[in-house]
Each structure stands twice: as C-alpha cells, then as structure tokens.
C-alpha cells in the first residue's frame, strides 16, 4: 500500500508544479514602474520581464529580455490594465521594487495611485518610492550594473540613505504620513551627463540624485536640493550623519558627522552636537573640527531656510 502512495503524491506534485510555471508564463512581471499624470489621464511606463521566447516559462535576469511599455487611463489602474493589453499578458506587479513619480503630481493628488499599489496590485509595502520631472528618465536609462532595471536606482537610494544623503521613502510610510496629514521626503533623480560606463548609452547620460521632493497633502509641493535634503533628514530624525566637505588651509576636506543631534530650543535657535571622523574612520584633527561644524551647521541652516 505505501509504494502506492508514493507515485501519487510524485504525480501530485509534477501536477502542480507544471501548473505553476504555466501560470508564471502568461504573467508580466513588472520590476520599475513610472506613474505620471498629463492633466487629464494617468501615464505609466512600466519595465518588465517577458518569460516568453521558448524560456519554458523561466525568467532570465537580464536586461536583454527586458521591454518597456506604457499604459493610459482615466485611473492608475486603468492604465496598467492597458499594459496588459499592449504586452498581452496579465501584469503582475507584487514583485515592484521601484515606483517613480512624475511632476503632474504637483498638481494631481497621488494617494489613490498609492492605495491602489498596495490594495488592488499588491505591491511590497517596502517597495521603494521615488521621483523625477519626467518619471521616465528612469524607465528609460539602461544601466550597465544588477542584475534587474531597477537595482542600480534602488542601490542609489539605500547608499545615499545610509550616509544621511537622501530619504528613503517606502510605500507603507507614505500611506501612514498621508493618512496622519504628515510631510514625507522623497528622493529625487534628475539627468547628469557623467555617467560613461554607468549607463550603455553613448552620449553619457546616467540618472544621479539630486535632492528631495516634499509630499504633503498628497502632492508634491517643495524642492529642496542635496545641501537641504542632509539638513532636513537631520532635523526630523530620519538621519543621525551626514558627510561634509569644507574648506580650511586653503584645501578641501571632508569627513562623517555622525552621532548628530539637533535640538530646537523655545528661542528659536538651533543647538547641534556631533562626533566627527575622516572617512576612512580615523579621528578628524583638533584643527579642523570647528571648519566642519560650521559646515554641518550651514546644512541645517539650508533646511531651515527651505521650510
């Protein structure tokens, strides 16, 4: 009797698997969407694995077999469902890693494209959130590092995210800062032409980060550039360092702040300590310690200004 059973649950589980990978291959997998929003419908330019191609229904993590397409409709999720017509494959869009926001959310609310993105498509509520004036600088640029489209952004964010440079803004603390009529920071790319050997175009042109954007009252309303973007990450408590450069000597430093508190006091006035090291982690000498506290102070004073 239990050598019976043994081909049965093998036959069961063949079974299942062969309808696995059939449903993985009539599935469009998006890794970076752009959203945008014209002034009268929402335009999202997705990148996506295609499995087709005789892969037997197996993703190749190349950007070889990686196509862009773009969607219009009257809401975020008509435009996806447009995708998939165009693509002819059912979007899928739990594993997104990188949702890119455009500047028609200046003037458009974008708190349905985000409860959307985590009701109706799923989405990782880690997924990565971020913005440019044309949300297709991205889907467009064709990195030459990762393994997918969207790890070279992503990476971009968490490093700067990591050295107190940039926010990283996830889809669940959008969704939680709206709802509670708080201001969120999103980092914000724009073109550079410095980018040979980052990118396979040949005139040079790579996407850097260039600061913030404030999302408030589920709009995109101040800018706020790299200087100002470090001050406020230190004001609100996203961040406790920042990497400086200075001048002193006639020659040009830089070092780490970290440790760094900021205090607001009942005057008004702002009142900052921190620690301070060289960037290889060696201790910043005595003489170049007030040049760099000035510089950490310049930055939040840059914050304060763009409030």
Known sequence: MKRMI?????????LFSGCEATELGSRAIIQAAAVDFDGHEYV???????????SGGEIDPSNENVIKVTGRGDTFAAAVDDISMTDGKEIYMSENRL?????????????????????DMRCSLNMLVCCADDPELLT???????ITAAQKPVDMIENAYRSGGSPKADLLTLLNNT??????????FSPEQNGFGMTSDEDGMTAVLSGSRVLSGGKLSGRLDSRATAGAML?????????????????????EAYCVKVERLDSGEVKI?????RRNGESLPEELKDA???ELDDIINAALAAE
């Open 292 to 294: 760099a506290m000035l």
């Open 235 to 255: 004001l609100c408590g996203n961040s406790d360092r920042a990497l400086l450069t200075f001048s002193h000597g006639g020659r040009e430093h830089s070092c």
């Open 44 to 54: 999202v330019s997705a990148l996506l694995f295609s499995s087709g191609g005789g």
């Open 6 to 14: 043994i081909p049965v649950v093998l036959a069961g589980m063949m």
């Open 140 to 146: 467009d640029m064709h990195f030459t590092e990762g």
């Open 99 to 119: 949702l890119i926001l455009g500047s028609g959310f200046v003037e458009a609310d974008v708190t349905p494209v985000l409860e959307t993105a985590a009701r």
């Open 273 to 277: 300590s921190a620690m301070l090291r």
């Open 179 to 188: 709802a509670a009529g708080r201001k969120s920071l999103i980092p914000a």
